[in-house]
């Protein structure tokens, strides 16, 4: 079995698509909520039915387990990312400017959804087997996407080449990952789009070709 086919939770007996699909949306909304509060570990199925307005055991309709629940929201982060990556792909920029506007909506998407992003990043490890496995892909997947614009750029003379592609992308990740903190820790409120301008404007000028 895969981890996919692992994560996937069951549709209750005679529920509608769309009934089915709302309910997952509230019960994915509650669990990032009373996750991104306690931290998995701490947080019950208990509450997030409480959260939601069912019982307990209703909510075993949905999701098996607590961990397939946190496979769903991780999964969900991860496919949204994946959908500005091809977004982006689709502009037909060169390498750089399709990099620096990648960096602009991810970190954008990050900024809007700052309690996905901690769970994202806090509590993948939590997974076991094949959920934890195919997880852990995901995070492999984005630095190779990285990777590989920053070494098409480099080729293109767009990036500086006195620097090795992998320390490059690895400031790239590190800061786009960590975009997540400045809302708290700016001492001033900026706006989404100001400290993904921001971000971008600094990554441009680390790494530029001079």
Do not use: C
């Amino acid at each position: 079995m895969t981890a996919t086919t692992a994560g996937r939770s069951r549709r209750p007996n005679g529920a509608a698509p769309t009934e089915r699909r709302n309910r997952d949306s509230a019960v994915i909304a509650a669990a990032i909520t009373v996750m991104s509060q306690k931290g998995y570990a701490a947080t019950s199925i208990q509450e997030v039915a409480d959260r939601v307005g069912v019982l307990k055991g209703s909510l075993y309709h949905y999701f098996r387990s607590k961990e397939e629940l946190l496979f769903r929201i991780l999964e969900e982060s991860h496919e949204q990312v994946v959908e500005i990556e091809h977004e982006v792909a689709a502009l037909d920029l060169s390498a750089f400017e399709e990099l620096l506007e990648y960096v602009r909506r991810s970190s954008t998407w990050y900024l809007s959804n700052i309690d996905r992003a901690n769970i994202f990043f806090s509590e993948r490890n939590q997974l076991t087997g094949d959920r934890l496995t195919e997880a852990q892909a995901w995070g492999r997947a984005f630095e190779k996407h990285i990777a590989k614009l920053l070494t098409s750029a480099q080729t293109d003379g767009d990036v500086r080449s006195d620097m090795d592609q992998r320390l490059l992308t690895r400031f790239v990740l590190g800061a786009l990952n960590n975009i997540r903190f400045w809302p708290s820790r700016s001492g001033k409120s900026f706006s989404n789009d100001e400290m993904a301008a921001a971000l971008v404007s600094l990554t441009r000028s680390a790494i530029a070709a001079p």
